[in-house]
Every structure is written in structure tokens, then in C-alpha cells.
């Protein structure tokens, strides 16, 4: 059990794609058609999380050796957390010499969340045999992660620490940190199961004497059914070791047997040799004096485990003192380093100064001479015509880059469009075919003379030609909206109906997100003010707002629905993505909310979204100009006001508040 916090931090990227032979397959044909270095080494990572055992390491080693030697330094640091990680039951000393190094490029490159990574596994590979240590860089991941508000979804940190201050003996320390990790794992996605955390408070309050309150969490442990993992035997074993002790201090013999002899089939299948030990000798002193054949055969077996464990122990004291020789001389070569760094640098800050030297005295030459400055001022102009120049050139690239912007909310309409004209497209062609169905029993009762019942089908057929006159103009409309969508803005204000055009921007964006992926649903609200008057707005403007604020408003609940895939804790509930609109006239402003229970927007970069060229999408996503785009609209060209106010991880809400001109109290 002591590998079970931090086999918690790489739970959900093992799960995605861990031993899975397709995935693996398929990166093995990627990486032979792979061209550049980087791309190899990014895959390498990738084949590592595939594999298992020593192929994994294998191909970490290889992505690892294959970064340091073209200095890549994101994947040498990608690489380097994970090969050392699932290299430390192998070889923990090896290991932490690679966590040295990734951490050091962590840090050259300001990777805080990577920074942290590499700190919790230093901490469990020093946890072998260096328990202040491993506390102590557990301690620094602890204040990384509070300081970069790192959720612990990502690192269980609470948890681990808890579990190193119990292996060191500081029981009120470990219950401290334990019962943090365990309120936390009830209430979030953390995959850790009830009877880990029953156990180890059994076995704290245990160190503590506090025997009956053991006794319940051990019988907690074994009673509990883990919802993250199955069949956890390693937990049981230890439980029923914890109330074998119990029952053996109170002197209830039968019982401390019973639950000994369950302790030890369990921790024989599991091979845990330390806790195996120990049940074999507490069966032996409960027999030694009732059944001399049966503590005869229990001390054998503890001894043979303990002579085997020995063995192991003598082979990791080796380890450890060729580790600790070797880090000494890495220290005596890094010192040696800094020196002629520091050597170098002095020379470079003389020559850097006789340099200036120079050019001061040149500078000052070049001042006292007239020609010079003339040549200078001649120079300035020319360079004052190119940086206009250039100032020229960024403005048209910015009007660009804005009308791309305009077309990119376009195209993400076009998805929905044709599910939009299909509708009334359908009821067209219906109707058109049952006419012609009812022009021929027209022509048959004419015929016949019924003239009664031919003109009732005339009637009826009167009725479906304006049924498809509705449906044609409702197409027309549609397409008329995506080319005004699409059209530069006129700046010519018009009366708009906001409720319409926010209901009709609603279905649209929904139904384009429908069409890139039609396993999304979410719930759609309105809460629209009905006495809201025509608003004088620039209708295109507006609504590419509106659509920019809805497509923002989907893509979060999304990526929220995506994260929370999997069976929720016992007590947590269900998430249901929902979007919500609404519109109220609040004395001579109108107010329109837009708002997601998404993941939120962190604190900060709160104040940096409306930012030309700021995103949080990934890389081809989002170009950083929509939220700038859309508060450019409201402030400057319709002197409103965009606002935006956020929970972390619970919801987040813009808001627009546009000015009622006199003119349109009247609409």
C-alpha cells in the first residue's frame, strides 16, 4: 500500500490509454512516420504511457536520451517525470537522479505544474529510505500547488503526506492530513477507495492506543466495497492484522487467531513480506504455548520471510550508498561548474564594459560633430518613415484579423445551417407531393362531377400552397440572417427585437455545437423580460456578441462535462451542463446575462480576457479576438458596458448593459 497516493496522481493519463494494443499499434505506425526529433521524442512519451513494465521504461529511457541530445527541453522534462516514476520500485536512486535533473529544467522553464509533479515523486522515491527527505519535498510540491491554486484532483497531496508522517511515526500528524485527504476524495473525482483511508486510521489510532476506535475502521475496511478499484486484498490483510493486535492486547485468543489466519492467506497472495512478518510472529506467540507444532511452523515461516526481505534490505543499503557517493560527486562536479561559470561571466561583464567603454567615447565623438548629427537626423527620418510604415501594416493586418474573426463565427454557424433549412425544406417537399396527390383526386372528382368535393380539395389544397409559401419564406429568412451574419457591418443602427435575435443566436449555436458533436447535450434556458422595447443596435455587431458569448458559454460546459466522466463518489451529484440566457430593462438600460455552470474563470486572468490575442483554448482553437471583438462592440460602438464575474468551478456569467436612447421608449 505504500505506492497507492501516488499511483493516485497518474490514475486517470495511465487509464486513458495504458497496455491498450490498438493505441500502441497505432503510435508505433505514427512514430516510424515521424520526421523530426521533437515528434519522435513527444512519442516516445506517448508510447511509454502505453506500455507496460520494461517496455515502458525502455521507451521512456529512449524519449528521455533522445531530448537531452537535441535540448528539448518539454519533453526531456515530459519523459524524465514519468520514466522516473515508474522506474523507483526498480531503481529508486537512479530515479531521483533523474527527478534532480527534470526538476532543474522545470524550473529553467517555469513549468510550475510539471515543477510539482517531479517534487511528489522525489518525495516518494527519498520515502524508501529517507523519511525527513521525502516530508521535506512533499512539504515544497504542498506550497507549489497552493501558490499556482493547483486542484488536488491533480496531486492528492493532503493524502500523501498523511501517509508518510503515519510510515514515519507521528500519528497526530499523519490523522491531521489523512482526514483532509479523505474529506476532499468524498466530495471530487479522486479515484482513492474508503477502505485505504479505514485502514490507515485504523492502524494511527492504533499508535495512538486508542484500540476500539481502530477496531471500527478496521471492520470499516473490510465491510467497504471499493467503487474505484476492486477487491483491494492488500487493505484487507492489513485490517484483519490491525484486529488480530487488538484482540491479542485484550486477551481474546480465538478471535486474534481467526483474524491472523485471515491476515496472513492475504498478505501471502499479495506477497507483502513486511506486514506478512508480522502476522506470522503474532500466530506464533498465540501458539507457542497451546500447539507447539503450529508456532513451530509459523516462526518458520516468518523467519524465511524475513531471511528473503534481509536479503532485499542488505541489496537496497548498497544501492543507497552508491547513490549517495555518486550524488556527492555530482554536487563536487556542480560546484566546479558554478566556479568557471562564475569565472566566465566576470570576463564577460569586463569585455562587456571595456565595450561600452568604446561606445561611450564614440557616442560622444559622434555628438560633438556636426556632420554626424545630420547624418543622424537624416537616419531618424528614414527610420521614422519605416516604423509608419510598419505602424501602417499592423493596422491593416489588425482590420484582418478582425474580419477573420467575424468569419470564424460564420463558419462555426454553417454547421448548423443546413439542419436549420432542411426543417421547412421537408415540410416544402412534403406538402408539394401530397398536392399533387390531391390535384389528381381533384381532376377524378371533377370528373365524375362532384363539385362539391372538388372544391373542398381545392380548399385544402389552397391551404398547403400557403403552408409551403410559410416554409419557403422561413428558409429565405434563415438564409437571409447568414448572409447579414456574414456581410462587413453597415454601422447604421437599426430597432431590434433583442429576445428574438438572442432566442434565434441560442438554437444556433447549440445546433452547431450539435453537429461537430452530436454526443453533447446540455439544457438551454431563457428568462427573457416581455416588455423589453425595440433597442437602436447594429444588428450584425450584437449578434456576433451574443454568438461569441454563447459559443464560449457551450465550449465550457463541455469541457466541464468532459472532465467529469466516470462514476461520481457517494454523495456527490450528477452534472448537468446548462446555458442561460435572459433580458431585463432596468430604468434606461438594458441588461442581457449570458451565463454557464462551466468550470469557471480563475481569479487570475480574470482581468486579462478581454486582451487582444488571450485564450485558454488549446492551440487551433480560438484566435483570442472574439472577447476582445465583442467588448470593442459594446464600449465603443454602442456605449454599453461588458462585464464578466466568475465562481471557480461552478459557474461564470458575462453580462451586457446597453443605454435606451429616447427613441426607442417609443417602439
Avoid at 561600452?356 to 556632420?371: A, D, E, S
Amino acid at each position: 500500500m505504500k505506492n497507492l497516493p501516488l499511483l493516485c496522481l497518474v490514475f486517470f493519463k495511465l487509464s486513458l490509454g495504458f497496455g491498450q494494443t490498438p493505441i500502441l499499434d497505432s503510435l508505433k505506425q505514427e512514430f516510424a512516420k515521424a520526421k523530426s526529433d521533437t515528434t519522435k521524442v513527444l512519442l516516445y512519451e506517448k508510447l511509454m504511457k502505453a506500455s507496460q513494465g520494461r517496455a515502458a521504461i525502455d521507451y521512456g529511457m529512449k524519449g528521455l536520451a533522445l531530448a537531452k541530445r537535441i535540448q528539448y527541453d518539454k519533453g526531456a522534462i515530459l519523459c524524465g517525470n514519468w520514466v522516473a516514476f515508474i522506474s523507483v520500485e526498480r531503481n529508486y536512486y537512479k530515479s531521483i537522479l533523474i527527478l534532480m535533473e527534470t526538476k532543474r529544467l522545470c524550473e529553467k522553464n517555469k513549468d510550475s505544474v510539471q515543477l510539482a509533479y517531479a517534487l511528489a515523486y522525489l518525495g516518494y522515491a527519498y520515502g524508501k529510505f529517507d523519511h525527513q527527505r521525502e516530508l521535506q519535498y512533499y512539504a515544497e510540491c504542498k506550497k507549489l500547488m497552493e501558490k499556482m491554486n493547483l486542484s488536488q484532483s491533480s496531486i492528492p497531496i493532503n493524502t500523501i503526506i498523511g501517509y508518510a508522517y503515519k510510515d514515519s511515526g507521528m500519528p497526530d500528524s499523519a490523522l491531521v492530513y489523512l482526514q483532509k485527504g479523505y474529506e476532499y476524495a468524498l466530495q471530487s473525482a479522486i479515484p482513492l477507495p474508503p477502505n485505504s483511508f479505514y485502514v490507515y486510521f485504523g492502524e494511527v489510532h492504533y499508535q495512538k492506543g486508542q484500540q476500539e476506535l481502530a477496531m471500527s475502521y478496521f471492520r470499516r475496511s473490510i465491510a467497504t466495497i471499493s467503487q474505484a478499484f476492486p477487491a483491494n486484498g492488500s487493505n484487507d490483510g492489513q485490517a484483519y492484522l490491525g484486529m488480530a493486535r487488538i484482540y491479542y492486547d485484550k486477551n481474546e485468543l480465538d478471535s486474534a487467531r481467526y483474524c491472523a489466519k485471515k491476515a496472513l492467506q492475504i498478505l501471502q497472495e499479495r506477497k507483502r513480506n513486511i506486514y506478512l512478518i508480522q502476522a506470522a510472529n503474532l500466530l506464533f506467540e498465540l501458539y507457542k504455548n497451546s500447539n507447539a507444532a503450529e508456532a513451530l511452523h509459523y516462526l518458520v515461516i516468518a523467519s524465511t520471510t524475513k531471511d528473503s526481505l534481509f536479503s532485499q534490505e542488505k541489496g537496497r543499503q548498497i544501492e543507497k550508498l552508491a547513490f549517495e557517493e555518486r550524488e556527492r560527486a555530482a554536487k563536487n562536479e556542480r560546484m566546479i561548474v558554478a566556479r568557471e561559470t562564475a569565472f566566465i561571466n566576470r570576463v564577460r561583464l569586463y569585455a562587456l564594459l571595456a565595450v561600452l567603454g568604446v561606445v561611450l567615447l564614440i557616442v560622444f565623438i559622434l555628438y560633438r560633430n556636426n556632420h554626424q548629427k545630420q547624418v543622424a537626423n537624416a537616419l531618424l527620418l528614414t527610420q521614422k518613415e519605416e516604423i509608419q510604415s510598419t505602424l501602417n501594416l499592423l493596422r491593416s493586418t489588425q482590420a484582418q484579423l478582425i474580419q477573420s474573426e467575424k468569419l470564424a463565427s460564420l463558419g462555426e454557424l454553417t454547421a448548423c445551417i443546413a439542419h436549420e433549412i432542411q426543417n421547412p425544406l421537408n415540410f416544402v417537399n412534403n406538402f408539394a407531393e401530397v398536392s399533387t396527390e390531391m390535384l389528381d383526386e381533384m381532376y377524378e372528382e371533377l370528373e365524375k362531377g362532384d363539385t362539391t368535393e372538388a372544391i373542398a380539395i381545392a380548399t385544402d389544397l389552397k391551404t398547403n400552397l400557403e403552408k409551403i409559401n410559410h416554409h419557403g419564406q422561413r428558409a429565405s429568412s434563415i438564409v437571409k440572417g447568414m448572409l447579414e451574419h456574414s456581410r462587413a457591418s453597415t454601422g447604421v443602427k437599426e430597432p431590434t427585437d433583442l429576445n428574438a435575435m438572442a432566442d434565434e443566436y441560442l438554437r444556433l449555436a447549440y445546433h452547431g455545437l450539435r453537429a461537430k458533436d452530436s454526443s453533447f447535450n446540455a439544457t438551454l434556458e431563457t428568462n427573457f423580460d416581455p416588455d423589453l422595447p425595440l433597442v437602436s443596435v447594429i444588428p450584425q455587431d450584437i449578434g456576433r456578441v451574443l454568438l461569441n458569448l454563447i459559443n464560449n458559454a457551450f465550449y465550457a460546459v463541455a469541457e466541464r462535462s468532459r472532465s467529469t466522466v466516470g462514476a461520481p463518489l457517494p454523495g456527490a451529484q450528477s452534472y448537468v451542463p446548462t446555458v442561460t440566457i435572459s433580458t431585463q430593462k432596468i430604468d434606461n438600460q438594458i441588461l442581457i446575462m449570458v451565463q454557464d455552470n462551466g468550470p469557471g474563470i480563475p481569479d487570475a486572468i480574470k482581468d486579462k480576457i478581454f486582451q487582444p490575442f488571450f485564450t485558454t483554448k488549446p492551440t487551433g482553437q480560438g484566435t483570442g479576438l472574439g472577447l476582445s471583438l465583442a467588448y470593442d462592440i459594446v464600449t465603443k460602438g454602442h456605449g454599453g458596458t461588458l462585464t464578466v464575474s466568475s465562481i471557480p468551478r461552478a459557474e461564470t456569467t458575462f453580462e451586457i448593459q446597453l443605454p435606451i436612447n429616447i427613441t426607442n421608449l417609443g417602439s
